[in-house]
């Protein structure tokens, strides 16, 4: 894999945090962020559903690789040099249950923090 674009929520300050965290860290492979449902990322990934995009967190590889939740975390630290190690472990058996509980506690925070969809989390025009 050479490169990530990692599908944000634009609208959720967790996930704006995350993004900026995730580009200013040293990458063995190049992470880009393109907001979740925004015309930019129909256009790339007209395949995706970008609805889903908005309520999970989306990473497509270069080779048109999909990665949702937990695996998409983890795929985010193993594109850093100072987190591919902790990757590798989080995908073991050993740390699946600390990738979900920090998952969990992730989406729980952006409940509690974000504000309603409100219309705001459909695609724009409807598109899938």
């Known amino acids: 894999m050479r490169s990530l674009t990692v599908l944000y929520d634009a609208g959720c300050p967790l996930c704006v ?9 040293p990458h063995l ?12 990322a129909v256009r790339r990934f007209p395949a995706l559903d ?3 995009t908005l309520r999970e967190i989306t990473v ?9 939740g ?3 975390w983890i795929v985010c630290l193993w594109a850093l040099a100072a987190h591919r190690q902790k990757a590798y472990w989080l995908a073991t058996p050993a740390g699946a249950p600390f990738a979900r509980a ?3 506690a992730a989406a729980r925070y952006r409940d ?5 969809c409100e219309g705001r989390c459909e695609v724009p025009g409807g598109a899938h």
């Open 17 to 25: 945090h995350m993004r900026r965290w995730l580009l200013r860290q």
């Open 50 to 52: 970008h609805e889903e």
């Open 112 to 116: 509690l923090t974000a504000a309603p």
């Open 70 to 72: 937990t695996s998409a």
């Open 29 to 40: 492979v190049p992470i880009e962020a393109v907001a979740a449902g925004s015309t930019e």
């Open 60 to 68: 497509v590889g270069d080779g048109g690789q999909v990665y949702r």
């Open 102 to 104: 920090a998952l969990l």
